[in-house]
């Protein structure tokens, strides 16, 4: 007796729909994101990727950030679309709430934060410009979620970057240095980088850095307070 063949995207489609449609095909998308990539497989996500339903784009574009993993001109292509949607600039939060759920704008909000997930599993140095970009113009947009990002960078572009900041003074672009630096454990030179802010002329700037100092010093001593 051969084996039962699970039903793919395609077939799922088909009239009449079931109840179960919208289950049923988070589970293929689940399943697909398990295999190597197939030429079947990818006509599978791509039409997954049309369908109206963002939850659905939200799992394709996983299987996307699992084949992006590949060696070959395959994953290459993979992480390049990835990070074509990655970069994108996200709508403010407050703008983002107030869009109506069947909003374009909503699902490309969401489809690019998928994306750089997806893509924190493959960033590598040469990501470093783009994503410290996307940190330092406008780190509100650049919420927490995707320090993923961020955690995959190695130091050195890092502290680079924070030291331009620094110098350049702006107050919101020192923000941003001071969160990324709060953020982002074992950078060399983070501590000399937070008694500079600490020391700046702007009151605002001085201050955030100061209060971030005192929660990092009272993290340091519950951690090391016995059990």
Known sequence: MAARRDPDVHELLRPPHRPSLLRELSQRLRL???????????AEIETALALPWWGLGVLAIRVIG??????????????????????????????????????LRRWQAEETEAARLALS?????????????????????????????MSKLPPEPIMARVASEIARGERCRCEAALWLL????HLPG??????????????HVAGLASRLMAIRAAREVARQRPG
């Open 182 to 185: 709060f953020n982002r454990q």
């Open 66 to 103: 699992n084949w992006a993993g590949s060696h070959n001109a395959a994953g290459t292509r993979h992480r390049a679309w990835l990070s074509e949607r990655a970069r994108r600039p996200l709508p403010r939060r407050r703008e983002l709430w107030s869009l109506r759920h069947g909003d």
């Open 190 to 203: 983070r501590d000399e980088a937070f008694v500079r802010l600490a020391a700046s002329p702007d009151e």
């Open 121 to 149: 599993q493959h960033v590598t140095a040469e990501d470093a410009g783009w994503i410290l970009d996307l940190w330092f113009d406008d780190v509100e947009r650049f919420s927490g979620l995707h320090l993923a990002l």
């Open 32 to 42: 697909l994101a398990g295999l190597a990539e197939t030429p079947t497989a990818r």
